[in-house]
């Protein structure tokens, strides 16, 4: 069974850090790319950044520089580390996996920054 499953979101202040993980199983997870989208309230949901199988990385430009995605294949785990979080972070983080048609998303952890 395809499963991811996100952790560590949370309430934090503006400008405090988070890092969330997202633990794959039930497909092969060097192969797959990897993603972290979030989706705020009214909102669209929308890439934040992604990681392919050969460690190609792609951030949205509101986070660059402020957040970094990473992959431990030997955990099947992939990390999004947020620094200097903003009240505009403020969402629901989807983890997703994808390959050629195929793709998984997790249930989503909530991150909330106050100001």
């Known amino acids: 069974q395809v499963q991811l499953v996100e952790s560590g979101g949370g309430l934090v202040q503006s400008g405090g850090s988070l890092r969330l993980s997202c633990a794959a199983s039930?497909?092969?997870?060097?192969?797959?790319?990897m993603g972290w989208y979030r989706q705020a309230p009214g909102k669209q949901r929308e890439l934040v950044a992604a990681?392919?199988?050969?460690?190609?990385?792609n951030y949205a430009d509101s986070v660059k520089g402020r957040f970094t995605i990473s992959r431990d294949n030997a955990k099947n785990t992939v990390y999004l580390q947020m620094n200097n979080l903003k009240p505009e972070d403020t969402a629901v983080y989807y983890c997703?996996?994808?390959?050629?048609?195929?793709?998984?998303w997790g249930q989503g952890t909530q991150v909330t920054v106050s100001s």
């Open positions: 997703n996996a994808h390959s050629g048609l195929r793709s998984t």
């Open positions: 039930g497909f092969i997870f060097r192969v797959y790319d």
């Open positions: 990681i392919t199988s050969g460690r190609i990385t």
